[in-house]
């Protein structure tokens, strides 16, 4: 089975060539105004039913609310990784890939909630090309003054990790870009290229959920076939079970549990 038995919309010659020479896409305003209610409502209750234990099946970030592991914890949360167009654009990333984890972020209110430029898990292009690739939901409004997200367009290309080539990943770059985008937007992005979370200088959250995926070779950041209950592997569709990659056996790091955990946590 491949990506190719399955269909998906055919991404614009224009998305893809913008990717290709910027390293990422904003799609604005794509998700159905009642999936995106729903999904703010989701993650809520479940950062209030998981308290101070939210995102510790990953990594605790300073000034945020995270949590991890979203796949297993509703069926509404496949709408996410199983978005038709989304996928398109990450296969034009990646060639096959599956998806690595499914996160949510919440930048908190009047916070240093700020991140040093980073490349997703740390990773640089190998000979095949990108191993990596993002798509963030944006479910509240990314604006200079909220914590949106900052990129150096370009650096997927550079062949370089930001912490080896910058003085300080943390300060202002001068060829950074901070991305606009009304909430039920997505942004698509090559995890190669630079990029970080913004300081949040509201009085309001500013949430998001990152739908993390790796070529198909890779170590899964959250090992699906480990993470996930054996209900939520039986309820998955044919798709949903290709891109969780539950029915192949795991790259070698999966099963030593080395797996990636990102490109600046810990």
């Known amino acids: 089975m491949a990506m190719e038995d399955f269909r998906f919309p055919k991404p614009l010659v224009a998305h893809e060539e913008q990717l290709d020479r910027l390293g990422f896409v904003v799609l604005p305003e794509c998700i159905d105004e009642r999936l995106l209610e729903k999904l703010i409502q989701k993650v809520e209750d479940?950062?209030?039913?998981?308290?101070?234990?939210?995102?510790?099946?990953?990594?605790?970030?300073e000034n945020t609310r995270r949590l991890a592991n979203l796949v297993n914890k509703s069926r509404l949360f496949d709408q996410v990784v199983l978005h038709g167009y989304s996928l398109a654009l990450v296969h034009h990333i990646l060639g096959e890939f599956k998806l690595?984890?499914?996160?949510?972020?919440?930048?908190?209110?009047?916070?240093?909630?700020?991140?040093?430029?980073?490349?997703?898990?740390?990773?640089?292009?190998?000979?095949?090309?990108?191993?990596?690739?993002?798509?963030?939901?944006?479910?509240?409004?990314?604006?200079?003054?909220?914590?949106?997200?900052?990129?150096?367009?370009?650096?997927?290309?550079?062949g370089t990790l930001p912490q080896g080539t910058l003085k300080n990943p943390e300060t202002t770059h001068p060829d950074e870009e901070l991305i606009s985008a009304k909430a039920g937007s997505l942004i698509v992005i090559n995890a190669h290229l630079w990029h970080s979370g913004m300081e949040n200088r509201t009085q309001h959250p500013r949430r998001a959920l990152h739908a993390y995926?790796?070529?198909?070779?890779?170590?899964?950041?959250?090992?699906?076939?480990?993470?996930?209950?054996?209900?939520?592997?039986?309820?998955?569709?044919?798709?949903?079970?290709?891109?969780?990659?539950?029915?192949?056996?795991?790259?070698?790091?999966?099963?030593?549990?080395?797996?990636?955990?990102?490109g600046f946590l810990k």
């Open 46 to 61: 479940l950062w209030e039913r998981e308290d101070e234990l939210a995102g510790s099946e990953f990594r605790l970030e």
């Open 100 to 158: 690595s984890s499914l996160n949510a972020r919440s930048a908190n209110p009047m916070s240093a909630s700020g991140q040093p430029l980073h490349c997703d898990g740390g990773f640089l292009p190998d000979q095949q090309g990108p191993l990596v690739a993002n798509v963030v939901w944006c479910l509240d409004d990314f604006n200079i003054d909220n914590g949106t997200l900052r990129i150096v367009p370009g650096t997927h290309l550079s």
């Open 213 to 262: 995926y790796c070529r198909r070779d890779q170590p899964q950041q959250q090992f699906q076939q480990r993470m996930l209950s054996p209900a939520t592997q039986q309820e998955a569709s044919e798709l949903l079970r290709y891109i969780l990659a539950l029915d192949e056996m795991p790259v070698d790091a999966e099963i030593r549990h080395a797996n990636s955990l990102s």
